[in-house]
């Protein structure tokens, strides 16, 4: 007796609504698929090398030019991404302190978060060169949007521990002292369109396909 | 001299005028019958049929409620939030945190809006029914609330509320291996009632003195994993008909398996319609 409630089944992809839990007891004896047929995704896990779902959701099936096709079962609402290690994520600074930026992320990747978690950036973590000659108050401003890349979770006392050590990361959207929004000028320079003067900050370089025209 | 002008004591040879209540209502329809009050059959497993609705509440993230004769119970969950103390954890895994509160207007007497003893005890036992079937491991340094209402008290709440808040946790897409069903039972010497209402499991203390075999059961079940992860008992059983009436008990949720899926199916294609791609 098949224990899948509806089966939607469009021509490309076969996406099919599945009900969660498939069970494989021996009275109704379904699950998603063995491991011998496809490779586990998101929203799914592993028992007793047999696929089982754990979201009440969509099927998708992918094949990925890989020998078998990965299953993942997926919910049309955004996914709830937790920051995770090598993450590239979007955050705000909110203090500043001679050691240590203290900022909240707001999206990772390009999915934004509904709760913000914070994150700290350390003064060594700032930039890949000359680490322990840095400012942050020459780097970073309360207020700057920040790209940075989540380096840990973190232990019990601190919160998610980020860096801006590479070209790509860095400063994305700041605003001068008059209030106007500064254009980057170099790595460590950004300029104010309004009173012209220039402000320090660690600038991140954009690569060219992420920005509008 | 002060004098205690607030109260107004009465003769000092009074009494209480509740010990000349006469509890008539509660020892009438406890004698051994076939039928309960409410048609359902004693010794069968027949379960109240229920009523669930996921998605109410628009501002939380997963939300259900559910409704087993008059009993009705609300819950819903928030998160994975950024965990607010950051003691004694390891940030491996998450946390689940889960509350179990009783409207004032729940039972027949007026409660308060203060937690009672007895729901920091349903609100634990909560806890620990749905902790094994929430992946935790998937979301670190994170917590998840689990925030159970009671509406209306009428009988086996706890079992109700553990349906209730994991078809909640399900709509909020937290990842879980199995939904946790709940289901409690009334043992009166012989016979069982399942799924009792609030009259049958509190009025038996008094009726027909042989304290054989009188006590109450609640078990929380995994179906498809066949695993329970919650039990609770009271009373004085014996061990045969201790481990009968749990078998029992999951009789009773395998009954309620297909309708919790049903609703599930319908919420989530409310949420999100099959997309044509």
């Keep these: ?213 | 001299m002060p004098v205690d002008t607030k109260r107004v004591r009465g003769p000092e040879v009074s009494q209480s005028p509740s010990l000349f209540l006469c509890k008539t209502a509660a020892n009438k329809s406890f004698t051994q019958k076939d039928a309960r009050v409410d048609g359902r059959q004693r010794g069968q497993v027949d379960v109240r049929s229920v009523f669930v609705r996921c998605g109410l509440i628009s501002q939380a993230k997963g939300s259900a409620y559910i409704e087993a004769g008059n009993t009705k119970l609300i819950c819903c969950v928030y998160g994975p939030r950024e965990m607010e103390r950051k003691d004694e954890t390891d940030m491996k895994s998450g946390r689940l945190m889960t509350d179990m509160r009783f409207a004032p207007f729940s039972c027949r007497e007026r409660g308060s809006w203060i937690q009672g003893s007895d729901e920091k005890d349903l609100s634990l036992m909560l806890l620990e029914s749905l902790r094994p079937g929430v992946c935790l491991h998937k979301y670190p340094r994170s917590q998840i609330e689990v925030n159970v209402m009671v509406l209306e008290n009428d009988g086996s709440v706890l079992a109700h509320a553990v349906t209730c808040a994991s078809m909640a946790l399900a709509d909020a897409g937290i990842e879980m291996y199995d939904l946790v069903l709940g289901c409690s039972i009334r043992q009166e010497s012989a016979t069982y009632l399942i799924d009792p209402t609030y009259l049958e499991e509190n009025g038996c203390n008094l009726a027909s003195g042989s304290g054989d075999n009188f006590g109450s059961l609640t078990v929380a079940f995994l179906p498809s994993l066949n695993q329970i992860s919650g039990l609770q008992s009271d009373g004085e059983m014996g061990e045969d008909i201790l481990t009968g009436g749990v078998r029992t008990c999951i009789e009773g949720c395998f009954k309620l398996y297909p309708v919790i899926q049903q609703a599930l199916t319908k919420a989530v294609r409310r949420k999100a319609p099959p997309s044509e791609s």
């Excluded at chain 1, 969509?58 to 996914?79: A, D, W």
């Excluded at chain 1, 709830?80 to 705000?92: E, F, N, R, S, Y």
């Excluded at chain 1, 990361?169 to 009173?195: D, F, I, K, N, Y």
Aim: net charge neutral; aromatic share 8%; glycine share 6%.
């Design chain 1, 1 to 213: 007796m098949s224990n899948k409630m509806a089966v939607i089944h469009l021509e490309s992809g076969c996406q099919q609504l599945v009900l969660n839990w498939d069970e494989t007891q021996y009275d109704f004896g379904d699950r998603l698929c063995s491991t011998d047929d496809c490779i586990p995704g998101t929203g799914v896990y592993l028992r007793h090398g047999y696929i089982y779902s754990s979201l009440a959701g969509y099927i998708l099936r992918k094949n990925e030019g890989e020998e078998l096709p990965v299953i993942s079962v997926v919910r049309e609402t955004e996914t709830q991404l937790l920051p995770d290690v090598g993450a590239i994520v979007t955050c705000k600074v909110t203090s500043i302190n001679s050691r240590f930026a203290k900022v909240h992320i707001l999206y990772v990747g390009s999915t934004p978060l509904k709760d913000r978690f914070r994150g700290t950036i350390r003064k060594e973590d700032v930039r890949a060169t000359e680490k322990d000659r840095v400012e942050t108050y020459k780097s970073f401003r309360p207020g700057d949007i920040v790209l940075a890349k989540v380096i840990s979770l973190g232990d019990v006392q601190s919160n998610y521990l980020l860096t801006t050590a590479e070209n790509e990361l860095g400063v994305v959207v700041a605003h001068s002292e008059a209030g106007a929004q500064m254009v980057p000028v170099s790595w460590c320079e950004m300029q104010c369109p309004r009173t012209h003067a220039k402000e320090f900050r660690k600038v991140a370089r954009v690569q060219p396909e992420y920005l509008l025209a």
